[in-house]
């Protein structure tokens, strides 16, 4: 399966700032997803990566707020914008591999808002 | 939409037995994929085990097992002689083979016992 560097894997930012998380899969792959996983809870979609096409986002997110980028298709960033403290979770990359495989994830960035 | 439920928030199982975690799913798709994920405190996601919703067999992965009730729409973990690495967070999620995102459940926190 496919592996995948996620950077940073964690960061203390100031509320109002941005911060723009990397993910470098070694493999091509279509598609890429965003989740987010908010302390002791769940992991939600954001939005889903296509290269070469605006990212779909799910309900609740805007791309105002959590700008993608997909520029070949090994590599996508997610900006999170004008961040406040409720923004701190951990945001995971992943990546579909066929059917079989299930999906693939990032190691995590924790990003705390301060 | 589709919704997959976990029950049970915490479970405990002494070291060396053997510990059912649960999961319920709704959906109105005939074709669809299941999975077991498992997040240690790393936080990385790692595929424990997938079930292909056509295939009656209960699928297995060493000391991990399913318990696959299609028209119950139950999917079970069962973990066998339980050790200490396997403590972590346990996410049931579900795939539908018409398009690629996952949806997690909220996750039970299995604790192991020495």
């Known amino acids: 399966s496919a592996v995948i560097s996620q950077k940073p894997s964690r960061d203390i930012c100031q509320r109002g700032t941005s911060l723009t998380i990397q993910c470098q899969v070694d493999?091509?792959?279509?598609?890429m997803f965003w989740y987010r996983q908010q302390p002791g809870q769940s992991l939600t979609l954001i939005a889903t990566?296509?290269?070469?096409?605006?990212?779909?986002?799910e309900s609740g997110f805007v791309i105002d707020k959590f700008p993608i980028s997909r520029p070949n298709l090994t590599f996508s960033t997610l900006t999170v914008s004008n961040m406040s403290p409720e923004d701190s979770s951990i945001y995971l990359c992943?990546?579909?591999?066929?059917?079989?495989?299930?999906?693939?994830f990032g190691s995590g960035t924790r990003l705390t808002v301060v | 939409a589709q919704t997959v439920t976990q029950s049970q928030p915490e479970m405990s199982v002494q070291e060396a037995e053997t510990v059912t975690l649960s999961c319920t799913y709704d959906?109105?798709?005939?074709?669809?994929?299941l999975f077991w994920y498992k997040q240690p405190p790393s936080r990385q996601m790692i595929l424990v085990i997938r079930?292909?919703?056509?295939?009656?067999q209960n699928a297995t992965e060493n000391r991990f097992s399913v318990n696959f009730q299609k028209a119950a729409k139950s999917f079970s973990l069962k973990i066998s002689d339980s050790q200490l690495g396997d403590a972590a967070m346990y996410f049931c999620?579900?795939?539908?083979?018409?398009?690629?995102?996952?949806?997690f459940g909220k996750g039970t926190r299995l604790h192991i016992l020495p």
């Open positions: 992943s990546v579909g591999r066929g059917l079989d495989y299930g999906y693939t």
């Open positions: 079930q292909e919703a056509y295939k009656q």
């Open positions: 959906t109105s798709e005939s074709d669809y994929y």
């Open positions: 990566a296509n290269q070469g096409s605006e990212a779909t986002y």
């Open positions: 493999s091509q792959v279509t598609m």
């Open positions: 999620a579900y795939r539908s083979a018409r398009d690629d995102k996952i949806i």
